[in-house]
C-alpha cells in the first residue's frame, strides 16, 4: 500500500498555499498526502535584516532538520530561500511550474517620487539584492528594513513613515493580495528561482522521490539551474546583490545575469541567448564572464 505523504511548509500564508499546490497534485495522482508546519528560524526574528543574519537557508534549516529527522517526507520551499548546496542527505526532486518572476513595488499615495524631480524617498526592503538596484536607479533615496510574511509587511507598511515597499509579484498575486497601488518592477532583475517552487526529499527515499518527481516541470526546472548555476559559481548567497533570469522562447534561451554593490554605485551585467540544446552550462559560463569583468572586485567590498 502506498504511503501518504508528509508535507512539511512554515506556517506564513503564502508558505502553506504552496504546499497546498503539492498536496493537490499529489492527491490528483492518487497519492495520500497531509501539511506539516513547520516553524523557520526566519519567522521567529524578525528584526534582523536578513543580509546581516550570516547564514544562507534561514528560512529552510527547520524544514531540512525535520526532513533529516524522518518528521516529514518532503519539503516545499520558495526556490529564491533555498542554498545553491542542499544540505546532506536532501535532494531536489521537482520544481513546480514557475509564477509571475518579477518584484512589485507596494506605495502608499502616489508615484511623484519616481518623476523626473525624484523627490527623496523612504522605501522598505529586507533584500540586499532589491536595495542595490534601487540604490542604483534612485540613489537619493533611503532604504528602510522590512521583514516579515507578506500580511505583516503590508500592514508596517501602512503603519510606518515610508513612501512604498518591494515585494515579490508572485507572492502577494498567488494568496490574492496584491494591492491596487502597486507597479510591477520590470526594471529589477529578480533573484534566482524567484517565482519558483521546489519539493525537497531525502536521497535514499526512492518511493517518495519516484512519486514526487511526476510533478517537476522541465522548463521551469532547466531555467532555475541555469539561474543558480550562476549564484554558485558567484559564490553568492542571501548576503550578496545577484540577479538572474533564465526564460525559453522558440527554442531559446535567454539569459540576464548581474551583480550590484550593496549601495547600487557598482553594477556588472551579462546577457546571453543559446540554443536550448547548448544551455547547459549556460549559468556557469556567464558567472565567468562577469567574474573576469568586475565581479570579483564587488564581492571583495
Known amino acids: 500500500m502506498q504511503k501518504s505523504i ?4 512554515r506556517e506564513s500564508r503564502l508558505a502553506v498555499w504552496q504546499a497546498t499546490q503539492v498536496k493537490e497534485g499529489l492527491e490528483r495522482q492518487g497519492v495520500a498526502a497531509e501539511l506539516v508546519p513547520i516553524v523557520s528560524d526566519g519567522d521567529v526574528d524578525l528584526q534582523t535584516p536578513l543580509y546581516e543574519m550570516g547564514v544562507q537557508g534561514i528560512f529552510t534549516r527547520s524544514l531540512d532538520i525535520a526532513l533529516l529527522n524522518h518528521s516529514i ?29 518579477h518584484d512589485l513595488l507596494v506605495y502608499k499615495q502616489n508615484l511623484d517620487f519616481l518623476g ?12 540586499i539584492r532589491r536595495k542595490a538596484q534601487w540604490l542604483h536607479r534612485y540613489p537619493q533615496h533611503t532604504i528602510c528594513n522590512l521583514r516579515g510574511n507578506v500580511n505583516t509587511r503590508l500592514k508596517k507598511l501602512e503603519e510606518e513613515d515610508w ?21 510591477v518592477l520590470d526594471w529589477m532583475l529578480p533573484a534566482p528561482a524567484q517565482g519558483a517552487i521546489l519539493i525537497a526529499c531525502r536521497e ?11 510533478l517537476d516541470h522541465q522548463a521551469t526546472s532547466l531555467c532555475t539551474r541555469i539561474e543558480r548555476d550562476f549564484l554558485r559559481a558567484l559564490m553568492g548567497g542571501c548576503s550578496t546583490p545577484i540577479s538572474a533570469l533564465a526564460e525559453i522562447e522558440n527554442d531559446e534561451v535567454y539569459f540576464c545575469g548581474n551583480i550590484v554593490s550593496p549601495d547600487g554605485s557598482r553594477i556588472v551585467e551579462v546577457e546571453r541567448v543559446l540554443p536550448l540544446e547548448n544551455a547547459f552550462d549556460m549559468g556557469r559560463s556567464a558567472a565567468a564572464e562577469l567574474w573576469e569583468r568586475g565581479a570579483r572586485e564587488i564581492l571583495a567590498t
Open 6 to 9: 508528509r508535507i512539511g511548509t
Open 116 to 127: 523626473p524631480e525624484q523627490r527623496a524617498a523612504r522605501i522598505a526592503t529586507s533584500s
Open 204 to 214: 535514499e527515499d526512492n518511493e517518495t522521490d519516484e512519486i514526487c518527481h511526476t
Open 73 to 101: 517526507d518532503i519539503a516545499v520551499h520558495s526556490m529564491k530561500d533555498v542554498p545553491t548546496q542542499l544540505p546532506s542527505g536532501l535532494m531536489q526532486t521537482a520544481v513546480l511550474p514557475r509564477g509571475p518572476v
Open 163 to 183: 513612501d512604498a515597499a518591494i515585494f515579490a509579484l508572485a507572492g502577494l498575486e498567488r494568496i490574492g493580495l496584491r494591492p491596487e497601488t502597486s507597479v
